[in-house]
């Protein structure tokens, strides 16, 4: 019994983690039909960012401020840069496109900072608290309550204020959003910046836990779509229930079955989904007119 | 002439010519390896080129079938005494075979769907190469013995130049003769309009399989040339870099041409040669390379270059 | 026996009932058009007749055989061809490609020979290029065949359909608004060309707006309204119907239509 918690626990913890990263995807997904590969490395500037900010002396929650401020102006860049101007291209080009944003960040990443692993001190202490029989670290909770008040956040966002209901109708249908009025290239941009708000914030958060380094980006990426793809893509809470999912499922199958396959989990899970429900657990499926 | 020219078997031709004349302006052996390194990707980035250019697919994995023709003539040899000219065949069949078997299901997605189940079939072939290290080597990879033919061992830049370019020239030639006819007409048909395809009598999920299972045959002999030509293979002759290094490739060179696909190879191999300060900086011109050209030239080098010198002839 | 049978085929979209229950035969060398009102659910007919969506009741029968489930390139096998309300054209192929692509099932799909270049593969090139050219001829577009599709003009683009169509030498053509979006003179075209797919034995089932090219050529003609038979008959009959006339116009507009007739 205390295994299995120790697994669900740490399985909650990273799949968090996914939720926000399949999140971000859903936000952009919903509101522009792009797969914006970057997600993970929104992720890695939150942390690495706060990292070498809180290094170079500026005080820690500063540097955690800095961090998203920063990682929101890539977000917008990424958006006006490379998003905007292919405006129209398939979409196998923008996944093409975004993976070359994901690859590029990478690079500026390496050579900024560098290719170590980097740490952030937990918010609590490192004692880690017994539940149940087994150990679970106050950042688990930091990240798990940090995530859900994001969540809610957003929520609150979309169905509260006018522009993320503007936001809401921009996913619903594009076209009959700019014909009532709203400006849906300035939604795109936005649902980018809130994605890497909330990338930069999920990467804060876990650095004490997971550590941070330049790479963690990719598999990041990867498997916060298998994620989104789990829950449904294009459903929020789908993409969060699915990141929850995914996390439990690779800690549960790296603790019973193999830890060496850990990361093939989330693939194996993508296959699945793709060739049996393709549509998620909470997706809906379209209609296609011929 | 121009009647002439336009017959496709020129590029067959013209390749060849190039081939055979090439040495004989490179100043050293360095870049005798560079070019044959040239070549061996061409081939790979040419089925590719065939899966997406002209059937329409997308694979963001083909590394994966890279590395199985890769670590086909290391394991061959190594631990099941298969003499490697077999083990490269064997390889190829293996990487058709299971791009036979994962593409039926897998064709049947579509855009970035397609795009993310191949991505994770190659990050799956990556993951078993890197771990089953008793076989494999693992993360560290391991030695691959060279090749011997008819008691000839063969190694050196110089061979595998003569190698890897006559099977460049032979693939260049088989993927000529796919295009014009009906199974080329067939991917191109499947590539413009599924529907009409499909009404016009065309077993739509029989080509993409086709077109998908010859991609992988294609990058499976490229990946044993590689590894055989360097002695040795690690699991990143498998990695979602080298698939997106082929992707962009293909992209860069013009999806659709078949030179573009040598084109596009011959850029991305010799720009870290030619650019040796890029070396640290070799993923952001990458990615750099990526954004601006699928913003501004979508269509790849050359069918742009074809179009400008149309406009300018015309 | 007629050469194409729909019996009671049905089709709905989650709770959408898209066509209910719609039955017709048509006969050989026959010009059988189906018209109504947008939304009549003429599209989606075609749809299932040809194979792209699965209807949830009802036969179709081709050539006397049930052909309900079957895919649509095994319907091309059998005989029934198709061209498209929105234009299916492979646009990046040349025009003589895109009939040649319609010979598709008169070739031999033979991969490896592909590969190999054997000469007879260069020989059934040749010989389905020369029928392609003739079907051009036949549409009237001989002189653009080697244009890229992409290049033509609408109605060209139309004709050029047409000719991709009767490349696979169907028994059935089904031909979705034809002249859609045509001007007089095109629309003229494709009516001789019709009248000749006709002459030559194939029977043509349209669906169409243009009521005078309809009116003009159809040997019969079956109305549909909001998914349901509303009558079928020659265009003397059809054009008479109250019926017909309140479906298009409306309740207001067919009393108005009958005071114009008087």
């Known amino acids: ?290 | 002439m121009r009647q002439i020219l336009k017959n496709p078997l020129w590029l067959v031709v013209g390749l060849a010519i190039i081939v055979v004349v090439l040495p004989l302006f490179l100043p050293s052996t360095y870049y005798v390896r560079v070019a044959a390194l040239v070549f061996i990707n061409a081939l790979a980035v040419l089925g590719l080129n065939l899966l997406m250019g002209f059937a329409g697919q997308v694979s963001l994995g083909h590394a994966g079938f890279f590395g199985i023709g890769a670590y086909a003539v290391a394991v061959g040899p190594t631990h099941l005494g298969i003499p490697t000219w077999a083990s490269l065949i064997c390889g190829t069949i293996l990487a058709a075979f299971i791009a036979f078997v994962v593409g039926r299901p897998i064709l049947k997605l579509r855009g970035y769907y397609l795009a993310v189940a191949t991505l994770g079939l190659g990050m799956l072939i990556a993951m078993i190469v890197s771990n089953e290290g008793a076989i494999t080597g693992g993360p560290n990879g391991m030695p691959v013995p060279r090749l011997v033919l008819f008691g000839w061992r063969v190694f050196g830049p110089m061979t595998w130049y003569w190698i890897s370019g006559l099977t460049l020239v032979i693939g260049v030639w088989v993927a000529v003769n796919l295009v014009e006819s009906s199974t080329g007409r067939a991917f191109r048909a499947i590539h413009d309009s599924e529907t009409a395809a499909r009404v016009l009598g065309v077993n739509v999920a029989r080509y993409k399989l086709t077109a998908f299972v010859l991609s992988a045959a294609y990058a499976s002999v490229a990946g044993s040339y590689f590894v055989l030509f360097d002695g040795f293979v690690t699991p990143d002759t498998s990695s979602f870099l080298r698939s997106i290094e082929f992707v962009v490739m293909a992209v860069l060179g013009g999806l659709g041409s078949i030179f573009g696909s040598i084109v596009g190879a011959a850029i991305l191999v010799l720009l870290p040669q030619v650019l040796t300060v890029f070396h640290d900086y070799e993923h952001i011109v990458l990615g750099a390379i990526m954004i601006v050209f699928l913003i501004f030239l979508p269509a790849g080098l050359v069918p742009a270059a074809a179009t400008f010198i149309r406009r300018r002839t015309a | ?262």
């Not at chain 1, 952009?28 to 900010?53: K, P, R």
């Not at chain 1, 690079?107 to 692993?117: H, Q, R, V, W």
């Not at chain 3, 009549?40 to 792209?52: D, E, I, P, Q, R």
């Not at chain 3, 490349?167 to 075209?189: H, I, M, Q, R, S």
């Open chain 1, 1 to 290: 019994m205390a295994e299995f918690l120790q697994f669900a626990f740490s399985g909650l913890t990273v799949g968090a983690i996914y939720a926000l990263v399949a999140l971000g995807f859903t936000l952009i997904f919903n509101s522009s039909d792009v797969v914006n590969f970057a997600q993970g490395e929104f992720v890695m500037l939150g942390g690495m960012v706060t990292v070498f900010a809180a290094a170079a002396g500026i005080p820690l929650p500063l540097a955690a401020l800095l961090a998203i401020v920063v990682t929101v102006v890539v977000g917008m860049l990424l958006h006006r840069l490379a998003i905007e101007p292919a405006r129209g291209a398939s979409p196998v080009t923008l996944i093409i496109i975004t993976i070359g944003a994901s690859i590029l960040l990478r690079g500026l990443a390496a050579t900024i900072f560098d290719k170590n692993y980097h740490s952030l001190p937990s918010w609590f202490g490192n004692e880690p608290l017994t539940v149940g029989g087994a150990a679970l670290l106050p950042q688990s909770l930091v990240v798990m309550f940090g995530v859900a008040l994001m969540v809610a956040l957003l929520w609150a966002f979309l169905t509260r204020t006018l522009t993320g209901k503007a936001m809401l109708a921009t996913a619903a249908n594009r076209l009959a959003a700019r014909l009532v009025g709203i400006n849906t290239s300035a939604i795109v941009g936005l649902s980018f910046m809130i994605s890497a708000a909330i990338g930069a914030v999920g990467g804060i958060l876990a650095a004490p836990i997971t550590l941070t380094n330049y790479d963690i980006g990719t598999m990041l990426a990867l498997k916060g779509f298998a994620a989104a793809m789990l829950g449904g893509i294009g459903n929020p809470l789908g993409a969060v229930a699915g990141g929850l999912l995914l996390g439990l499922l690779e800690a549960f199958s790296a603790g019973y079955i193999s830890s060496q396959y850990k990361d093939a989990v989330a693939f194996v899970v993508i296959l699945l989904v793709l060739f049996t429900m393709p549509h998620g657990l909470f997706g809906s499926s379209k209609v296609e007119r011929v």
């Open chain 3, 1 to 262: 026996m007629s050469i194409l049978a729909v019996e009671d085929l049905g089709i709905a979209f989650g709770g959408l009932i898209a066509v209910d229950g719609v039955t017709f035969a048509v006969e050989q060398s026959e010009i059988f058009a189906v018209i109504g009102p947008n939304g009549a659910g003429k599209t989606t007919l075609f749809n299932m007749v040809s194979g792209l969506y699965v209807p949830n009741r009802g036969r179709i029968v081709l050539d006397g055989e049930d052909v309900t489930n079957l895919p649509p390139h095994e319907l091309a096998r059998r005989g029934l061809s198709r061209t498209f309300q929105n234009l299916q054209i492979f646009f990046r192929m040349s025009v003589i490609e895109n009939v040649m692509v319609g010979r598709h099932l008169h070739e031999k799909r033979n991969v490896l020979a592909h590969l190999f270049t054997l000469p007879s593969v260069h020989a059934q090139n040749m010989a389905t290029r020369a029928k392609a050219a003739e079907l051009l001829a036949l549409v009237g577009l001989a002189d653009l065949a080697e244009r890229p599709a992409g290049s033509l003009p609408y109605g060209a683009l139309r004709r050029l359909e047409i000719a991709r169509a009767l490349a696979t030498e169907p028994k059935v053509l089904l031909l979705d608004e034809p002249a859609a979006g045509c001007n007089p003179v095109e629309t003229e075209e494709i009516d001789s060309v019709i009248k000749r797919i006709a002459a030559q034995g194939i029977s043509v089932v349209l669906v169409e707006h243009d009521m005078r090219l309809v009116m003009r050529i159809s040997n019969r003609i079956h109305v549909l309204d909001r998914g349901r038979t509303l009558t079928e008959g020659t265009a003397r009959d059809v054009r008479a119907n109250p019926a017909v006339i309140a479906a298009y116009l409306g309740g207001l507009g067919s009393q108005e239509a009958t005071h114009a007739r008087n």
